[in-house]
């Protein structure tokens, strides 16, 4: 085969591939070069979710006219001179490849004025070729405006997403950029929209704040530590408020965004035996640390950086965050306001001499003595009964007598019979039990339960040991799957529930699919869902913590949603609704459970593949005691 020099165009689609994925790397590298350029204020327009139109401006040190052609060649920066350099990166940017990949993917507009020119350049660029470059009036800084995205390169147009994730996509790149740098004022506009603004006070909880709303700004405590050359500042969540992914976790090193598995480790260690199990804390932590101690030129996207000693790196965080949770994670208060007070109702004091009988009526029951009351219509006096427990009695044919316990939670199942009135008669119970449909199964006997997990049950010549949180888990999973549409419960005051800005577009484009297992979600904007109903099997459910892990799983699987989706979706629900191992089970209940399972003889597994029961044979059991 002949080898042959590869054409420059085809040279420049082929590098643009490996820096611009989507709009969002657009964004993001133009964000990065405006930071770099010393700018205190930024604004990023998108429209289209980004493909048909981006503009990012910055009143930052601009371009000088001469220089822009030579901005976009490739591997043309201002940023690195030397080979020393690398050792000491302090920029975000250092390689020269993104504009060069950003132009020759698109239509680029470039507007600048750098300081000593009395007037700015216009400099168009389409597809990497120069189309012109003129004079025009425009104020101090740079404004990019990148339109038509891929549009010489249909391949790669095909594989993005709709308008609505890329648009997510580069709002989570614009949470970032204002999350690492507090002290640039970044206004964000989405399809003619303000999304946010930050106030670019150096403040890093006011750009929480803007970022992501009170809510989740007001659940995290404040960090401030120095452990020798690294210091740790920013805000983790309080243990009550941890979430149940990591999707909330940022890090940032010297300004930079990045994938720390040093720093997550230390953050969860720091949390441990503070926080319940399966959930892990959300931060905004910044490490800075001197320069020539991190390599950031590891990964191509530069969200990966190595440290010249990691220990150092974790015990600065870990020790940070144990500070911060010793000092500053305080038990909740309840607090009353005075118009708390103002609302309990007022008792008026009255003296016993104002405690005077009424006038005399018909109807009026009059003091007499202690115990005594005389009714001036009647001839006796009438004494008051004495309070006595009533003796409840079993409803079947043959009513026997039982020993009241009022630790014994059966007896709110029993309904009282009374002799005197015949059988048809008798009122309901309040809390009399369903009626349960009547089932073809074996008789059985409920021996009881062990370890407040395990049910023993007799039948016939076996003794069967059942799991009764494996087995409810089943039968809650196989009656959600029978169902094509499960019923919601709606809640009278809805739940807000703030996301990442991944997990956010993986939740709202599922919002009619997760409709039919009993969810009904709305999209509340900035990263918010609304939460209005779920499904009626949960009961006193943590809403917040499920909806964030079928958000992470949405975010993970990125495919149509399938069977499998749902199945994992009524297995999470079917664990949460399902009862505990070690909770209180009664004899009433365990009868009524045995009962049901035992009607469906297919249950054998749970969800998870764990045996629901485990038999175990009379011989077999005779045969320990050597009785065989």
Known sequence: MKIKQMPKHMASLIAAGEVVERPASVVK?????????????????IKGGGKTYIRISDNGSGILKEDLPLAFKPHATSKVETEKDLESIVTLGFRGEALSSICAVSET???????????????????????????AGCPKGTTIIVRNLFFNTPARMKFLKSDTSEGNYVSAVVDRIALSHPE???????????????????????????????????????VDYKLGSVRVHGFISKPLNCRANRSMQYFFVSGRQVKSLTAMTALENAYKNSVMVGKVPACVLHIELPAELVDVNVHPAKTEVRFANDKAVFDAVYYACKN???????????????????????????????LKPAPKTDNFWQKTSVGQFKNEAAAEPFTMPKVSTPEPKYTSAKAK??????DDEDLIFQEQKAPEKPVAEQEKPVFAAKKEPETKSEPFKVVGEVFKTYIIVEQWNEVIFIDKHAAHERMIFEQLKEQEHNQAQMLLTPVNVTLAKEDYDAL?????????????????GSGTARVRGYPLVLENTDIESIIEETAGYLRENRREFSTETLDWLYHNIACRAAVKAGNYTSKFEMERFVEALLSKPYIRYCPHGRPVAVVMSKYEFEKQFGRV
């Open 184 to 222: 640039i004022s970044i206004r964000f506009i989405r399809e003619g929209k303000q999304i946010f603004t930050t106030a670019g006070d150096g403040n890093l909880y006011n750009a929480i704040y803007a970022v992501f709303g009170a809510d989740f700004a007001k659940s995290l405590m404040k």
């Open 109 to 135: 507009e470039v507007l600048t004025l750098s300081d000593g020119e009395e007037i700015g350049s216009l400099y168009k660029i389409v597809g990497g070729e120069e189309i012109s470059l003129e004079s």
């Open 324 to 354: 911060s949770l010793v000092s500053e994670d305080t038990p909740k208060e309840i607090k009353l306001t005075l118009d708390d007070v103002a609302r309990k109702p007022k008792v008026e004091q009255q003296s016993f001499e104002e």
């Open 401 to 406: 007598k039982i020993d009241i316990n009022f």
């Open 29 to 45: 590298e133009l964000c990065e070069n405006s930071v770099d350029a010393g700018a205190t204020s930024l604004s990023v327009e």
């Open 508 to 524: 709202i484009s599922n919002a009619d699919n997760l409709e039919k297992s009993g969810f009904i979600i709305e999209d509340f």
